[in-house]
């Protein structure tokens, strides 16, 4: 069999310099992602540093703030009752993830790193993946794409993050706590993830050794109203075609303030800053939805297994918005 | 006396026989068992989907830890030819540097752990050669195999009758590939001794796996022995030899210990075939009043480079309704894809969604009811012959399930049903499906505490064979299920057919049937041969047998127990060899008809978003004398799932330059979920059928067929727009 080494450190320190110091190096939290990739020899590293062990689980409310620790897992949070009652919709995300057996296994900071489901990416037999072989080319644009995105997406890359939570994360400005040998360094969780670009290999901001210590969820307002609407293909244990979470407060008919991301479309949870612009001091009414749909599907990168993604992903939000609102 | 005594047996919802082995994890798949220094094989599979290997580097693999041997075409055994069985197997692997399709068998490495071999296999470098590649079914250069089974049929003369028609449907209906995935991976345990070979093998027809087997390695086919006592499910995938099977042979042999070669689920989207894709033209002609006046159904399905297929879709609208005239034609073509296979219904759940979809557009076309034109074209007898049917109760299956359904609430009108954002519909289809039977035999027993057993070599895939085949041979002995103990699944007992075509309990029925009555026959005679018996002088049909005794009938103080007779003649036990074969249907004078069904099905369709969702399903069937209720049910409710599956959500994908399956993983192949299955209601309509002694017809792929049209049709109800291809995903329903 292939061999690498397993080390579980018991302090943040330990294994922060365990990882560091080996460039073939990585943590191992739930594995629910790392270990299928490991086995499907996509992944290869020297040195998994358990860390499921260290003291980062659990959830504490800081003011208007709730602090997860990064090892608490999916099921954990997803019974917190402040984010049941602040912010149902992040409770709603995390249910409509994976499955229960998943969810008791996988961490909030791992669900956060969590791989491209893209089939070309996850098959090593496939050579073109500048994901997985940086200037290999993108064997998904040119073949069956369904499963992919069209916002953040170009010709070198299509993969979609298919994480339900940080859809709802992102509406909120979750901020990431990382932790490295340096100190701590805070990044909010919309510059978190890095656009494909000519890098598709790079996912987000995390320099090797850097270790996810907590999230930060900012709660909003009391009398906020949220929902996280989730479309797929079957009904259960599946990936999103589209997702919509949106958080609104209203006065009456007209929407005050609102937070809108979307799942299923981009290269990285994507955050509706034109939508919510629309929606702010909007009548909650057809006309606003739409235009706040089009604000969000903006220059979509299309093939044609994905085109009808950028109607059904406005449809999604239309949805989303008629429902939170009414 | 061949007659059921204890009809009380049969037909109750009696529990598996082998359920408590089941549930307590005794019953041992193939994947269970372990020898003493076993080795582990993994394969390595083309990354081309067609040309010539140029070369292969095993050097890395050979020196990885734990390797014992490397097997490629170079160093390969030369095998002897796979003799067809029923149809073709393929040819033993690795006989030369040919690619045919993407993921074909190039190497195959054993080691001392299935981690070590895993490993190894990834280090094995191959050069390919590439030729361009046939992946598209409209490619004109492919070969294309027209009535490829003889079996096109035509009668009266449909050019004229679709001419004249006052109301005519053209349209074309597809189907994408499906997969089998039974849940069970496929596994082969192959262990040599001397010149004798056991195989512990995932299948479903153990004596085609040892005939195939013994020709490939040149030894009698008593030398090889297969055991398949239990598989986890097959679905049609266990119908041939895959190639699997000889390179695990192969490799017990060149390294002299037992080797176990497990597939991964990966390997079975490519190893063990899929459900052809299919393409189906249908025209239809009819009165304005809706009564058929010709069908034309044309279909055109896929071969692998090297194999053959039995898909009849076609054949569905040649027995389905009352038409004078019809034409059917299947045609083949050869791509460079891994084998099309068996899968639940082969063709007849493709056919039916073509014929079934057309049916209701005429409904529409005319304005009738779509239960009322499937009434008003009922086929009263057979429709291609003109001869009765053996049974056939699909009026039933139409009128009872609209009943239970509540077909008389739907609002005729498109998109009159609402629930919010959702749009109701009600759709129907009938199911008229396919019959098959092959010989088969059994060995009954019985022994000195009067208890029974029974010998076959076929297996049971998980559908009951072993439960409702004690309850036969109890129902025909006079004993209590308690008493019968069935043994299957083991190559070395009286001779078997395959466990697939919905034809095995007929198959296996008549040769017990036929095993029970000739043991009894004998123990009359023995008993005959005693002046003291009671029984003595009484002739066979006189006899009556109950509570494990015989006696005559009408005095059933005159009599004495089969055990006693053993006794009373020092016998431990007396057998008798039952074999059946199918009549034809000139001896018979009448048409075998296989079951017949009707799907009631509601849908909820998301208006905006393309939402479609199953809200219930009646699902009534003929499937004659039903032997086991619970057990026909959940053949019957597992058929209901793969039809929701077929209908939105299975479609092996293929990459359209490489030939790769891209969705070969349950992550990205999708089949339902619970929450994707509503309610089903399952019912059983019929009386047993007139073609075997026994009275069934078997009911293990008809819950399948139908689902998928009566969807389609439900959603035409609901929206206006027709489903024409499968699966029928969101993007295809969105306006």
């Known amino acids: 069999m292939r061999e690498f080494r397993y080390e579980r450190p018991s302090t943040v320190a330990e294994a922060i310099r365990a990882v560091a110091h080996d460039p073939e190096a990585d943590f191992l939290a739930g594995g629910t992602t790392e270990v299928d990739l490991m086995k499907d020899g996509v992944f290869h590293p020297d040195l998994l540093v358990d860390i499921t062990r260290l003291p980062l689980r659990g959830v504490r409310r800081n003011g208007t703030m709730l602090q997860v620790g990064a090892l608490t897992t999916m099921e954990e949070l997803a019974a917190d009752r402040t984010l049941m009652e602040r912010a149902p919709f992040v409770v709603e995300a995390l249910l409509r993830g994976a499955s229960v057996q998943l969810r008791n296994m996988a961490t909030i900071g791992g669900n956060l790193l969590q791989r491209t489901r893209c089939r070309y990416f996850r098959d090593p037999a496939v050579p073109a993946c500048n994901k997985r072989e940086p200037g290999s080319g993108c064997e998904a644009v040119n073949s069956v794409a369904r499963m992919h995105a069209i916002l953040g997406a170009s010709p070198a890359c299509i993969a979609l993050h298919a994480s339900d939570m940080a859809v709802p994360l992102s509406a909120l400005d979750a901020v990431v706590h990382i932790q490295s040998e340096e100190g701590e360094r805070l990044v909010p969780l919309t510059q978190f993830y890095l656009m494909p670009g000519e890098t598709p290999d790079r996912e987000n901001v995390l320099r090797h050794g850097e270790l996810i210590t907590a999230v930060d969820i900012p709660l909003p307002p009391e009398g906020t109203r949220s929902i996280y609407l989730k479309i797929r293909d079957r009904a259960s244990y599946e990936f999103a075609l589209t997702s919509a979470a949106v958080a609104v407060v209203m006065d009456g008919p007209v929407i005050k303030e609102a937070r809108v991301a979307m799942g299923g479309v981009g290269t990285i949870p994507w955050r509706g800053f034109e939508a919510e612009e629309v929606l702010r001091e909007a009548p909650a009414t057809p006309d606003t939805f739409r235009s706040a749909a089009d604000g969000m599907i903006r220059d979509p990168f299309i093939v044609p297994g994905t085109a009808f993604k950028v109607e059904l992903a406005k449809r999604t939000l239309i949805r989303a918005l008629t429902e939170v609102t009414s | ?735």
């Open chain 2, 1 to 735: 006396m061949t007659t059921i005594q204890q009809p009380r047996i049969l037909g109750a919802g009696v529990d598996r026989v082998d359920g408590p082995l089941k549930v307590t994890g005794q019953a041992r798949y193939p994947n269970d068992f372990n020898l003493p220094g076993m080795a582990y094989a993994a394969v390595v599979r083309s990354t081309i989907p067609s040309g010539r290997i140029r070369r292969i580097d095993t050097t890395a693999a050979v020196k990885s830890p734990g390797v014992l041997e490397v097997i490629t075409h170079e160093n390969a055994d030369h095998l002897g030819e796979a003799p067809a069985t029923f149809i073709k197997n393929p040819q033993p692997p690795l006989q030369d540097d040919q690619i045919r399709f993407y993921g074909q068998y190039v190497a195959v490495v054993v080691a001392d752990t299935q981690q070590n071999a895993t490993a190894a296999a990834r280090l094995i470098d191959v050069e390919y050669d590439n030729h361009e590649a046939i992946l598209d079914p409209h490619d004109p250069r492919a070969e294309r195999i027209k009535d490829p089974w003889g079996e096109d049929t035509a009668w009266g003369d449909v050019r004229t009758a679709l001419k004249r028609a006052p109301v005519m449907i053209d349209q074309t209906y597809t189907t994408s590939e499906n997969t089998n995935n039974p849940l069970g991976l496929f596994t082969t345990l192959a262990s040599w001794d001397g010149d004798t070979l056991t195989l512990h093998d995932s299948n479903q027809w153990p004596n085609m796996i040892q005939q195939v087997v013994a020709a490939m390695f040149g030894v009698p086919r008593d030398a090889v022995r297969v055991l398949t006592p239990f598989v986890g499910g097959g679905f049609g995938a266990g119908l041939r030899c895959w190639s699997h099977i000889p390179l695990a042979v192969m490799a017990a042999r060149h390294v002299g210990r037992p080797v176990k070669l497990e597939l991964t689920r990966p390997e079975m989207f490519t190893g063990l075939g899929h459900r052809t894709s299919s393409i189906n033209w249908i025209r239809l002609g009819a009165t304005r009043d809706g009564r058929l006046t010709a069908i034309e159904h044309e279909s055109l399905t896929t071969l692998p480079l090297d194999g053959d297929e039995y898909e009849p879709c076609s054949s569905v609208s040649a027995s389905a309704y009352a038409s004078p005239s019809v034409t059917t034609r299947d045609q083949q073509v050869r791509l460079n894809i891994p084998w099309t296979n068996f899968m639940r219904a082969p063709g007849d759940a493709q056919g039916n969604f073509a014929l079934e979809s057309a049916i209701d557009e005429l409904a529409w076309e005319v304005g009738l009811d779509p239960l009322e034109i499937r009434l008003l074209n009922y086929a009263e007898v057979d429709p291609k012959t003109g001869r009765p049917w053996s049974s056939n109760a699909l009026r039933q299956c139409l009128e009872v399930g609209a009943r239970r359904f509540g077909w008389s609430n739907r609002n005729p009108e498109i998109g009159s049903m609402r629930d919010g954002h959702e749009l109701v519909g009600y759709g129907v289809a009938g199911v008229s499906f396919f019959w098959y039977q092959q010989p088969c035999s059994a060995k009954v027993i019985v022994r000195s505490d009067g208890s029974a057993y029974i010998r076959s070599a076929v297996t049971d895939i998980g559908t009951g064979t072993y439960t409702i085949m004690s309850q036969l041979a109890a129902g025909l002995l006079g004993l209590e299920v308690s008493q019968v103990e069935m043994q299957l699944g083991d190559s070395s007992m009286p001779v078997g057919t395959a466990a697939g075509g919905s034809g095995l309990t007929a198959a296996l029925g008549s040769a017990v049937h036929d095993g029970c009555g000739r043991l009894i026959q004998k123990f009359v005679d023995l008993a005959g041969t005693d002046p003291f018996s009671p029984l003595a002088g009484v002739p066979f049909e006189d006899v009556e047998v109950s509570e494990g005794r015989l006696f005559r009938k009408g005095e059933p103080t005159r009599g004495e127990s089969l055990a006693r007779i053993l006794a009373v003649h020092g016998l431990t036990e007396l057998s008798a060899d039952g074999s059946s074969t199918p009549n034809t249907p000139e001896q018979m004078g009448m048409t075998p008809a296989g079951a017949r069904g009707a799907r009631f099905v509601e849908v909820r369709v998301d208006e905006d978003l393309g939402r479609v969702r199953v809200a219930r399903i009646v699902t009534v069937n003929d499937g004659g004398r039903i032997l086991n209720e619970k057990l026909a049910r959940s053949q019957i409710l597992g058929g209901t799932v793969g039809g929701v599956g077929m209908a939105l959500f299975e479609d092996t994908v293929t990459d359209k330059d490489t030939g790769r399956i891209a969705n070969a993983t349950f992550g990205d192949y999708l089949i339902p979920v619970n929450a994707d299955i509503p309610d089903v209601h399952v019912e059983f309509v019929g009386e047993p059928d007139a073609f075997n002694p026994i009275g069934v017809k078997g009911v293990g792929e008809i819950g399948l067929v139908g689902v998928a049209a009566a969807i389609a049709n439900g959603i035409f109800h609901a929206t206006g727009r027709r489903m024409r291809s499968l699966p029928i995903t969101m993007d295809a329903v969105m306006e």
